[in-house]
């Protein structure tokens, strides 16, 4: 069972107080690996004896982790962070549902859902593993100079910086899911439906695909200031009816970032060499960068 499918099992079962004990343990995750006990009572303010009923519960539900040495300290594991997220999306009105996975990937879980108005929609759970924390960190500049930060605020950090780019591209027409709502490491956003590109074993008017990408891509560059910065075969998604869909933006930069003509000049080439290998379509990348950027 997937963190998500555990979250949403036991999510009706949990009241109030539980939710304020997982509240108080995010934030004692600010300071601490392992939250002291005495710490959790201070964030969540409730009774220190009605804490320990608590979090005993929600050690034995799979919601915590539980760790002795010097001193007995709890965190919060991926389904106690995505009951949190849960927990607010629902009481916002967002979301009333949540149905199968969509996809599984190394740093997101995407599933299908229903808003209360019953329009189909992907949630999408940011997963910043712990073992990627030190690639992760060299490769993203989003992370300023904490010197402690826990894998959920990564994983947020993702989600926040995901939804910003969203908002600045869908703003300009870019054909990228509608973003709906953020909360924590959690997206809602507008449903994905289709196949990566790098699924697809043949496309009919690959040449047409090709420039409705390059399209997209000028659109952000121009319109929006915005570069992808990890555009390729798997996070191009093509659609029911032909058209493209472009997804994953947690690493994007602007215009202004001191790599920006690295960046946009490795997402053209990715998705220029990959439709020359596979649909045998070929573009000059000068060309194609030239027009992106408003110089052809």
């Not at 420039?211 to 997209?216: G, K, R």
């Not at 202004?256 to 080439?269: F, Q, T, Y």
Request: one cysteine or more; proline letters at 3%.
């Amino acid at each position: 069972m997937s963190s998500v499918d555990l979250a949403v099992s036991l999510f009706r079962r949990l009241e109030g107080g539980d939710f304020r004990v997982l509240q108080g343990l995010e934030l004692g995750m600010t300071q601490y690996r392992f939250v002291p006990l005495e710490e959790v009572v201070r964030y969540s303010s409730l009774p220190p004896s009605e804490v320990g009923f608590r979090i005993s519960n929600l050690h034995r539900l799979g919601l915590v982790y539980r760790w002795v040495g010097p001193y007995v300290g709890y965190a919060l594991n991926t389904a106690g962070y995505d009951c949190l997220a849960l927990n607010a999306l629902v009481k916002g009105g967002i979301l009333e549902a949540l149905g199968k996975p969509l996809g599984v990937g190394k740093e997101a879980d995407v599933y299908d859902a229903l808003t209360p108005e019953g329009e189909r929609v992907a949630v999408k759970f940011h997963r910043i593993g712990r073992t990627s924390f030190r690639d992760t960190r060299r490769k993203r500049g989003y992370e300023g100079d904490r010197r402690h930060i826990s894998w959920l605020y990564r994983s947020r950090l993702a989600a926040e910086r995901e939804f910003e780019a969203l908002k600045l591209v869908h703003s300009v027409g870019v054909a990228v899911p509608r973003p709906i709502k953020q909360n924590r490491h959690v997206i809602v956003m507008g449903l994905i439906e289709g196949w990566e590109l790098a699924e697809v074993g043949e496309i009919d008017e690959a040449e047409a695909v090709l420039n409705e990408v390059l399209e997209n891509v000028r659109l952000s560059y121009q319109k929006a200031g915005v570069i992808h910065a990890d555009l390729s075969e798997y996070n191009i998604i093509i659609q029911a009816d032909g058209h493209v869909l472009l997804i994953d933006w947690p690493q994007y930069v602007t215009r202004e970032h001191p790599n920006a003509e690295d960046l946009l000049r490795r997402d053209v080439r990715n998705v220029l060499n990959y439709f020359r290998r596979k649909f045998r379509v070929r573009r000059s990348l000068e060309e194609e960068l030239a027009r992106i950027k408003g110089e052809a």
